[in-house]
């Protein structure tokens, strides 16, 4: 994550999540491509993702590009870069955001959605 200072305060810099996309996108399309007809939260598609050994060394190798700080660059991470996977699969359908009293499919890094594989 970029900071820079501006007018004697800091100005927070967007990350460049491209080479995140780049290393993420085509896992997180094969394991589109694979879910049957569902509904699934954010926080299970990233539990389901990383349970596989490459997946999560694609995971890490994305997280490593989003800058020194772990909590930011999992919020762009999870935020920006698997959430837009998802909202861009034509296969999926937003089905709303997971409530705070869903606690199991809340996610501690972005407002973690409801997805619906619909073909």
């Known amino acids: 994550m970029a900071h820079s200072r501006h007018g004697g305060m800091e ?7 491209g080479p995140a996309h ?6 997180i399309e094969g394991l589109i491509r ?20 490459e997946r999560a060394e694609a995971y890490k190798a994305a997280l490593k590009t989003l ?3 772990p909590d930011l660059g999992l919020m762009a991470l999870h935020g920006q870069v698997i959430s837009v996977a998802l909202r861009n699969d ?3 359908k937003f ?16 407002h973690s959605s409801w997805w619906r594989k619909e073909e």
């Open 67 to 69: 800058g020194d700080d």
């Open 95 to 110: 089905a709303g955001f997971v409530r705070e009293d869903d606690p199991e499919h809340v996610d501690p890094f972005c």
């Open 90 to 92: 034509r296969r999926l």
């Open 34 to 53: 694979t879910l049957p007809v569902c509904q699934f939260s954010t926080r299970r598609f990233i539990a389901v993702f990383i349970a596989d050994p």
């Open 22 to 27: 780049a290393i993420l996108d085509p896992l």
């Open 11 to 17: 100005a927070f810099m967007e990350p460049d999540t």
